[in-house]
């Protein structure tokens, strides 16, 4: 059983049955064989692309149908304006023969307007709808939450804003032809749309799809904004390993969880706590990207794990420490994971944190938004379908994130963000040329090397490292990015700091 389903199956009853993405039967496959043949499956059209809800109909018996629900169940650092990009997306529009697009997707809506909010824990991004046609952007928000600035922003750019229960009556309009238009959808004299100056069918343009890649592709000024959130990032990091350090070793004191428990040493919770203070003290930052991972020994075989002040473990010097976690920052996302053994480590957990070509249940890579969501295709590298269905290619981002996992013992993930960039190769083949990754995260303890797609890893905890599995080369490219480490990082440590990071990256002889 694949460690991400250790937390469900510990918390779900015996009436639910746990399924597999990719393995148990597709969601449209299991509501077509096990609800009755006449049921009306109930769905908020917000929530679900057209391609879902058609894919959904063609897999029902006939008398099966959907039912739409009546109720739902920041210019500085984006690097391009709002002017620019719904001009692309007009002219993308024009090619595709739409008269427009309804964007639902949060991200999508604050990407698009370069606007940012606070409506979704750990996500940047404002409940709102948007529709776009050839002369008019529509921005459908609570007008209580619009400042001055942001309206200022708005008439500049020159996207009206509506109010967001409004959506729905405009929306109607759109689907009708008649949401007014001058240019590219104009309203003819029989209040039919016009396109080319011919008459054409209403046609759904699919975000997913229209917004997706451009929102991937990141300009000059966000990767350079990428690059410097994770260099601040990974001296929080290394300032956090260093106080960990000294914790582990130390004369015992007491610690505190939120629930008033004392305790002799740091628990998962404290520590985690500790983690974000080093973050929230660094310029730009925002909030956590996501909720931290903080996880000893045998928690650490459980993927998506969150501790609880009430049941969470202490630290153990005897075993793994693994921490997932990232930051929302105005000039970029962050996402990290590390492994730590502040004892002796075994051999076996030394081979499994060394050693390619150990299995794991969860994909190798997703991309990175740029202060959005820090999950975010549509690319990834990963075993499931959908990966094959959008190359990677030059200016987007990625993590990779290999691991191992034994249930009830411990696990290993590694990950850092990575930009994908074209590679100066001496020679080309059929004038494609090559790409090639760029790590932008600086810290301690890095990813393995997964060699089945490029050779390239980040710095190690040295004593988790079995040199006999490595070779000559491999161990080399280690000590030089260590240097490249100490190099990036030094500027903002101070003394101790700095004497601990040269420690931890001393040079490695086979």
């Known amino acids: 059983m694949g460690a991400t389903f250790c937390t469900p199956r510990r918390s779900l009853s015996d009436q639910w049955k746990l399924m597999r993405y990719g393995e148990d039967p597709p969601v449209e496959t299991w509501m077509a064989n096990n609800l009755p043949q006449d049921a009306a499956v109930g769905v908020d059209p917000w929530c679900i692309t057209v391609d879902t809800a058609h894919r959904w109909e063609h897999a029902f018996p006939k008398k ?51 606007v940012r909010g606070s409506d979704v824990s ?24 619009i400042s001055s600035e942001v309206n200022s922003h708005m008439d500049e750019n020159k996207f009206e804003i509506q109010e967001f229960d409004v959506v729905g009556s405009d929306v109607t309009l759109f689907s009708s032809n008649q949401l007014n238009s001058s240019s590219m959808c104009g309203i003819n004299g029989n209040g039919a749309n016009e396109v080319d100056g011919e008459n054409h069918n209403f046609k759904w343009a699919d975000p997913a799809v229209t917004l997706a890649l451009a929102k991937a592709l990141k300009n000059p000024v966000e990767l350079e904004g990428l690059k410097n959130s ?78 609880e002040a009430e049941t969470c473990s202490e630290m153990d010097p005897d075993s793994i420490y693994l921490f997932d976690s990232g930051a929302q920052c105005q000039d970029g996302t962050t996402d990290i994971t590390r492994p730590v053994h502040f004892g002796k480590p075994s051999a076996h957990e030394k081979a499994c944190y060394t050693a390619d070509g150990l299995d794991y249940r969860h994909g190798i890579g997703h991309g990175v938004g740029s202060y959005l969501y820090v999950h975010k295709g549509p690319h990834q590298i990963s075993f499931r379908p959908l990966a094959r269905t959008v190359p990677l290619q030059a200016s987007v981002t990625v993590t990779d994130e290999p691991g ?85 990082l030094a500027p903002y440590l101070d003394e101790s700091e700095m004497a601990w990071l040269k420690k931890a990256t001393e040079p490695m002889t086979a």
């Open 404 to 488: 191992y996992y034994e249930d009830g013992n411990f696990g290993i993930r590694l990950e850092n963000v990575l930009i994908i960039k074209e590679a100066e190769t001496k020679f080309i083949f059929g004038d494609k040329g090559y790409l090639s990754f760029e790590h932008i995260t600086w810290d301690v303890v890095s990813i393995i090397a997964f060699d089945a797609f490029y050779h390239a890893r980040a710095p190690y905890q040295i004593k988790l490292i079995n040199l006999s599995l490595s070779t000559p080369e491999e161990i080399q490219w280690v000590n030089s990015y260590h240097s490249n480490c100490r190099e990036i």
């Open 64 to 114: 099966q149908e959907l039912v739409k629900t009546s109720t739902n169940l920041v210019d500085e650092f984006a690097g391009r304006s709002v002017a620019d990009k719904l001009k692309d997306l007009r002219e993308e529009l024009r090619q595709e023969k739409a008269c427009g697009i309804i964007i639902t997707a949060l991200d999508g809506v604050a990407w698009l307007y370069n």
């Open 230 to 307: 994770h260099i601040r990032d990974g001296v929080a990091v290394v300032q956090y390993l260093v106080w960990l350090d000294k914790q582990i070793a130390s004369v015992p004191q007491i610690f505190y969880n939120l629930d008033g428990r004392g305790t002799m040493k740091p628990s998962e919770v404290t520590a985690s706590d500790k983690l974000e203070s080093f973050r929230a003290s660094k310029e730009h930052f925002k909030g956590l990207s996501f909720p931290t991972i903080s996880s000893v020994g045998p928690n650490v075989a459980i993927v998506h794990y969150s501790p």
């Open 122 to 145: 750990y996500s940047p991004v404002v409940h709102a709808f948007a529709i776009v046609i050839s002369d008019s952007a529509f921005f459908y928000v609570d007008k209580i939450k």
